[in-house]
C-alpha cells in the first residue's frame, strides 16, 4: 500500500504566485516525521522543510512552509513568491520507527514548472 | 562541507553481472540508505542501515544485497543484474537520532546504471 501519496505529477505556477503541493500519508505510528525535499534538474537532492508528528505549529523555513493537518493525514508544502529557480521535482517524505533504525520513505514527486 | 560520495556517476554492465554499488559518507552518520529512482514512482527503498553490520529491507529488497563493514561505507550488490534494475540509484545518510528528530538525510550524487 502507498504510503506517500503526491497525487500532482505536475503543477504549473506563474511567477511571485505561491502554490501548493499536496502530499498525503499513512502509519500506524503515533511519532514520525515528515520532509520535503527539491530536485532541480541537475539531480541533486535537497533538503527544505521538516515537520514532526507532535509539532503544534506548522513548520516555516523561508518561502517554505508545511501545511500541517494531523487529522487528515495531509502535510501539503506551501511555496510563497515562486521564483524561477523553484522549478524541479518536489518530494514528500516521511520517517518512522521501525524495529531497528528508522525507515525513510518517498512519493512519487510532483514536479513544478514555474512560468516567467 | 558534508558529503556523500558514490562509486560511479554511470555504469554500464550485461545481464548477469554482479554489480557494486559504493556509497561513502564523511559526516560519521549512523544511517544509511539506498534507493532506486524511476520517472513516475518516485524514491523507492531499497534497504537501509543503522549500524555496522546491521541492514534491514526496505520496499523492494528482491534482487538485491547490501553490505556495511565500516560506518561511512554502504554497498549495494546486485548477484545478477537484470535489464528491470536499469535504474538511477541514489545513497543517502542521516544522523541516527530519533524519530522526531528534524534529521535529514543527504544524498550522493547518484549512480545511473544500465544493464544491456
Known amino acids: 500500500a502507498q504510503k506517500i501519496t503526491q497525487t500532482q505529477p505536475g503543477m504549473f505556477v506563474q511567477e511571485k504566485e505561491a502554490v501548493t503541493l499536496d502530499c498525503t500519508y499513512d502509519?500506524?505510528?503515533?511519532?514520525?516525521?515528515l520532509f520535503w525535499y527539491k530536485q532541480p534538474s541537475s539531480g541533486e537532492m535537497i533538503f527544505l522543510i521538516y515537520?514532526?508528528?507532535?509539532?503544534?505549529q506548522n513548520a516555516t523555513e523561508g518561502r517554505y512552509s508545511l501545511n500541517f493537518q494531523k487529522a487528515r493525514k495531509s502535510a501539503n508544502l506551501v511555496i510563497s513568491a515562486s521564483q524561477l529557480g523553484d522549478s524541479a521535482m518536489y518530494f514528500c517524505?516521511?520517517?518512522?520507527?521501525?524495529?531497528?533504525?528508522?525507515?525513510?520513505?518517498f512519493g512519487a514527486g510532483t514536479r513544478l514548472f514555474v512560468k516567467a | 562541507d558534508v558529503k556523500v560520495t558514490q562509486s560511479s556517476r554511470y555504469l554500464v554492465k550485461r545481464t548477469g553481472e554482479k554489480v557494486f554499488l559504493e556509497c561513502v559518507q564523511d559526516?560519521?552518520?549512523?544511517?544509511m540508505f539506498w534507493y532506486r529512482q524511476d520517472p513516475g514512482l518516485g524514491l523507492r527503498l531499497i534497504y537501509f542501515?543503522?549500524?555496522?553490520?546491521?541492514?534491514e529491507k526496505g520496499d523492494i529488497p528482491e534482487g538485491y544485497s547490501v553490505s556495511r563493514e565500516k560506518k561511512e561505507r554502504f554497498s549495494l550488490i546486485l548477484e545478477s543484474a537484470s535489464t528491470n534494475q536499469t535504474s538511477m540509484y541514489l545513497c543517502?545518510?542521516?544522523?541516527?537520532?530519533?524519530?522526531?528528530?528534524?534529521?535529514?538525510?543527504?544524498f550522493g550524487p547518484g549512480t545511473r546504471l544500465t544493464v544491456l
Open positions: 515537520q514532526g508528528s507532535y509539532d503544534q
Open positions: 542501515s543503522y549500524d555496522v553490520k546491521m541492514k
Open positions: 502509519t500506524s505510528d503515533p511519532s514520525y516525521g
Open positions: 559526516m560519521d552518520h549512523e544511517n
Open positions: 543517502a545518510s542521516s544522523l541516527l537520532g530519533t524519530t522526531l528528530s528534524g534529521n535529514e538525510q543527504f
Open positions: 517524505a516521511m520517517r518512522e520507527t521501525n524495529t531497528g533504525g528508522f525507515k525513510t520513505i
